[in-house]
């Protein structure tokens, strides 16, 4: 059973940064992409960024967020930098993979969810 374990959320003033990371186990063959999503209370989850074949960012955080991985580890990060108000949110580490115990389709796995708030 694949699962995902998010870290690093928290309480930021504008203009800080912080470090989400994500750690997929359980059981995967491979992994296809990974990336992160938030949503606001009220409004639908949006692509915040992602990492397959190439890197592609909302872009309201072009320029401030970098998404990286490590594949020895199946763990994403996700550094936020000049953060923002509108950055408030609920962060979801999302993967797509193939599991061992079933290599004949990719599944999407998500994480729990790490809040980020941005206020002074």
């Known amino acids: 059973q694949v699962q995902l374990v998010e870290s690093g959320g928290g309480l930021v003033q504008p203009g800080g940064s912080l470090r989400l990371s994500c750690a997929a186990s359980?059981?995967?063959?491979?992994?296809?992409?990974m990336g992160w999503y938030r949503r606001v209370p009220g409004n639908e989850r949006e692509l915040v960024a992602v990492?397959?074949?190439?890197?592609n960012y909302a872009d309201s955080v072009k320029g401030r967020f970098t998404i990286s991985r490590d594949n020895a580890k199946n763990t994403v990060y996700l550094q936020m930098n000049s953060l923002k108000p509108e950055d408030t949110a609920l962060y979801y580490c999302?993967?797509?993979?193939?599991?061992?115990?079933?290599?004949?389709?990719?599944?999407?796995?998500w994480g729990q969810g790490t809040q980020v708030t941005v206020s002074s």
């Open positions: 359980g059981g995967i063959f491979s992994i296809n992409a």
């Open positions: 990492m397959s074949s190439d890197t």
């Open positions: 999302n993967v797509r993979a193939v599991p061992e115990s079933s290599r004949w389709r990719v599944y999407t796995y």
